[in-house]
C-alpha cells in the first residue's frame, strides 16, 4: 500500500468531506430516492430517480476514494520542521526571471494540492524541481508552457498560517 503524504491541515479537509459526505449527503440522497419513488413507482422511466441514483453513485465512489486516501495518509506535522532547504511541506517564495513575477507555493501531497490556493503536488514538476534547493539557488522547471526560470526567494514553514486562510 503506496503511503500518501499529506499535511496536518490537509488530512482535516479530506475528514471533514468524508463526514459531510456520510452524515450529510448520504442521508439527503437516499430521501431524495424514496421521494423519487413515491411520486413514481415505474423507476426506469422515472428520471428524478435516475438523477438521484448517479448522484448516489458519485458521493458513494467519492467516500471509498476519500476512506482509500486517509487509511493511506502519512501525516507530516510542518510546524516541526525547520531550516533552508526546501523539502515537503515547505512554502516557497520564488520570482520568475523572464517576467519578476513572484509566485508563492507549498509543497504539499497530492491529495491536497490546489494550484489556484498556492498548493502545489510534491510530484508536480516545478515540486520536484525545488526538493533540495536553497534560498538564492536558480531552478529550471519544464512547464507544460515551455521552460521557466526562478530564482527561490524564501524558505518558509507556515502550515498554521496557511490552514488559518484557508478556513476563513
Known amino acids: 500500500m503506496n503511503k500518501l503524504p499529506m499535511t496536518a ?3 482535516l479537509v479530506l475528514e471533514e468531506e468524508l463526514r459531510h459526505r456520510i452524515q450529510v449527503e ?5 430521501q ?5 419513488i413515491a411520486d413514481d413507482s415505474n ?4 428520471s428524478e430517480y435516475q438523477a438521484a441514483k448517479t448522484e448516489q453513485e458519485i458521493n458513494e465512489n467519492r467516500i471509498a476514494e476519500l476512506e482509500d486516501k486517509l ?3 502519512e501525516v507530516i506535522d510542518v510546524s516541526k520542521l525547520s531550516g533552508d532547504t526546501i523539502k515537503f511541506g515547505a512554502t516557497v517564495t520564488l520570482m520568475e526571471e523572464d517576467t519578476s513575477e513572484k509566485k508563492v507555493w507549498q509543497i504539499v501531497g497530492e491529495p491536497e494540492a490546489d494550484a489556484r490556493n ?3 503536488s510534491v510530484t508536480s514538476p516545478i515540486a520536484r524541481a525545488l526538493i533540495g534547493k536553497t534560498k538564492d539557488d536558480t ?4 512547464a507544460p508552457g515551455g521552460a521557466k526560470i526562478y530564482k527561490v526567494r524564501r524558505v518558509e514553514w507556515l502550515e498554521g498560517e496557511l490552514s488559518q486562510r484557508e478556513r476563513f
Open 9 to 11: 491541515a490537509g488530512h
Open 26 to 30: 448520504r442521508p439527503r440522497l437516499i
Open 32 to 36: 431524495r430516492i424514496q421521494e423519487a
Open 43 to 46: 423507476l426506469a422511466e422515472n
Open 71 to 73: 487509511a493511506r495518509a
Open 118 to 120: 498556492g498548493k502545489i
Open 139 to 142: 531552478i529550471e522547471v519544464d
